[in-house]
């Protein structure tokens, strides 16, 4: 730090990865002082003036007493678990340039503007929930990103502190690497079927969902079954060895397609093959190439066997085949490159002018007439007899081919071919693959992978009584579906059966708090014995739900569902605050961090308010009081202090 002081690196932002390690290193800067006199007098009074939206009471607080030295000093600290007042106050002189040392978490780095000169990292692993692992790219970009401010620097300076040996291409993937893609973690929770079933009015549950694709799989998988499968051994092998050799060749005319290689024998008269995605044209002839540098690239104008009335006149209908036993006819169609699929050895001579359709019809009896005399397909050009190709991977590829086309002359099918039969099983083959893909589809639909829990979870709403058996949304439903801070389930479920009506409102609120989701405590929990009986009705009523659940199919483990919902760490916190306790005690109550405990209480007030609307929504007009007293008991003082921004 002082190095970076002395070559005038400040303002500088140094990353931890704990809260607790933020004020451990702020703690360990006690000795150093970064401010002149004049800019700690500045810190002072900015500091006076901002504690004066608070209580007199909470203006004495330790967590803001403690602060204003450091500030003085230059040095602050940014984190979740500060009072709001202290890190809105951080916020406005970090800008101000009277802060010189802000030690502060990732979050700092992903919400809020305010570059420094110099960003250090304190370590590149961190506890993610599960384990500790190097920061990711992403991290890591968005927290150097700080580094350098746009009209005061130069260049912005980033200082990694590694404490341990590391890998160099942990080290490369974390400066250098890609950040990690966006993964969706959406979860379907009672809330949003609740809400879709209520404006579906019940008619969400119905099965309309991809009846076509399901109807269209049926009907192949029947004509599947009734195709002739004898000899399907033979006729596979030889399939097998006619695939490969066509995917060889496409992988070869890839490589041949390129302008420098395959334009020189573009000639006027030339045939060509042309397939265009699933789409066999067949053979074609070369009219003229043309340049088209717009596209970067070349279009070959190709006389292609069209249905009749197809034109490249944008006038007229877009060239297609022609139908089975239509006659069609031979249109000018411009080719790009990549649709060649074969170069034929023959040319045709081709009139001069090609507007009248007798012209062009000569041509594709010419066509015609080179099938008949070739029933084993045209002649092709080999790519290094003919074209003098000398590239080793073409070579290579040709070799291959080759080999398989000796395996497919020397197997049995090839002399003595059944045309039905071989017709037959490509039609089992493309029904097969069409099937597959149908599935492929049905699986990535997104209500399809829904399906099975939202049958499972609709089984719940139903016992519980959220919805009648045609999924219709009843009163318990419709105040669940007002619900989204908590465990609308859990709940709506201590609404229903009076857990609520034998408590007052201050034991209301400390009940409702642990459906809040929050720090843990590390303390043992001691309730109050007005506390511990609610605690426990909450915790039965969570483990029967649990296990109607896992009845119900979900993978739900009864014991873990019961600790995630219920969360008893703030009750007693809760019911002193909204009992009139001054903030100074309630913190002593606990060892979560303060701002955490005002962020909660926020949330708290949040979440009462949405039961007081679903109280007024089924009719409980004495829970709706309830619930509004408990809201009003929490919004005093220090935890509901107005913003230094407003």
């Not at 002018?353 to 012209?359: I, M, Q, S, T, Y």
Request: proline share 4%; net charge negative; charged share 25%.
């Amino acid at each position: 730090m002082t190095m970076i002081m002395e070559r005038k690196f400040q303002p500088v932002i140094i990353f931890s990865f704990s809260r607790r390690e933020c004020e451990q290193h702020a703690m360990s800067m006690s000795k150093l002082d970064f401010n002149t006199e004049e800019e700690k007098e500045t810190v002072e009074h900015v500091f006076r003036n901002a504690v004066l939206c608070l209580n007199e009471e909470d203006r004495n607080l330790p967590a803001i007493e403690l602060m204003l030295p450091f500030l003085q000093r230059g040095i602050a600290i940014h984190h979740s678990g500060l009072l709001p007042v202290i890190k809105e106050l951080v916020e406005l002189l970090f800008q101000e340039g009277l802060v010189k040392a802000l030690f502060a978490t990732e979050t700092f780095a992903m919400g809020l503007n305010m570059p420094a000169k110099t960003v250090v990292f304190t370590a590149v692993k961190k506890w993610d929930g599960d384990s500790h692992r190097y920061i990711g790219s992403g991290e890591y970009i968005q927290m150097s990103g700080r580094a350098g401010r746009r009209g005061k620097d130069e260049r912005g300076i980033c200082i990694i502190m590694i404490d341990e040996q590391m890998e160099m291409n942990n080290l490369k993937d974390m400066v250098l690497g890609k950040p990690a893609p966006l993964v969706s973690t959406f979860r379907l929770s009672y809330y949003s079927i609740l809400n879709l079933m209520s404006r579906a009015e019940g008619q969400f549950t119905a099965e309309h969902a991809l009846p076509d694709m399901g109807e269209r799989v049926s009907k192949l998988e029947q004509e599947v079954a009734l195709l002739d499968a004898s000899g399907e051994a033979e006729v596979s092998e030889y399939h097998k060895l006619k695939l490969e050799i066509a995917q060889l060749e496409k992988k070869m005319m890839s490589k041949i397609i390129r302008p420098e290689i395959i334009l020189y024998f573009l000639v006027p008269g030339r045939l060509i093959k042309v397939r265009e995605g699933g789409t066999d044209w067949g053979w074609g002839v070369v009219v003229n190439v043309v340049k088209k540098p717009s596209e970067g690239g070349y279009l070959v104008d190709t006389l292609l066997h069209c249905s009749p009335g197809s034109s490249e006149n944008s006038s007229r209908p877009k060239p297609c085949l022609p139908r089975p036993g239509e006659k069609g006819e031979m249109h000018v169609v411009p080719v790009q490159l990549p649709l060649i699929s074969a170069l034929g050895k023959l040319r045709i001579a081709i009139p001069s002018d090609l507007r009248p359709l007798e012209a062009r019809q000569s041509i594709l009896l010419a066509v015609q007439e080179l099938g008949n005399r070739f029933p084993q397909g045209l002649p092709k050009l080999h790519p290094v007899k003919d074209m003098d190709v000398r590239d080793s991977e073409i070579v290579e590829l040709i070799n291959q081919i080759e080999e398989l086309e000796n395996k497919s002359i020397a197997h049995p099918m090839h002399k003595h071919q059944d045309v039905d039969q071989i017709k037959c099983f490509e039609r089992k083959a493309e029904v097969n693959h069409e099937i597959q893909q149908l599935k492929a589809k049905m699986r990535d639909s997104q209500l399809q992978k829904f399906r099975e829990e939202l049958k499972n979870r609709s089984r719940v709403l139903k016992k519980l009584g959220h919805i009648d058996a045609d999924g219709v949304v009843q009163l318990k439903g419709r105040a669940a579906c007002l619900i989204d801070t908590g465990d609308e389930l859990l709940v709506t479920e201590l609404m229903f059966n009076g857990t609520f009506n034998d408590l007052d409102h201050h034991q209301v609120a400390a009940l409702a708090s642990c459906f809040i989701p929050g720090d843990k405590s590390t303390e043992q929990i001691q309730l109050r014995t007005e506390l511990a009986r609610p605690l426990q009705q909450l915790q039965d009523s969570a483990r029967r739900i649990a296990e109607i659940q896992h009845e119900c199919k979900l993978d739900i483990n009864v014991n873990e569902y019961v600790e995630s919902t219920v969360r008893p760490y703030l009750m007693d916190v809760i019911y002193s605050w909204s009992k009139g306790t001054k903030f100074a005690d309630v913190i002593q109550m606990t060892d979560i961090f303060e701002g955490s405990i005002i962020r909660s209480a926020r949330r708290l007030d949040e979440f009462l308010n949405q039961l007081r609307a679903a109280a007024n929504a089924v009719g409980e007009a004495d829970l709706e009081q309830k619930f509004a007293a408990a809201s009003e008991s929490l919004r005093r003082g220090i935890m509901f202090a107005n913003s230094l921004y407003l």
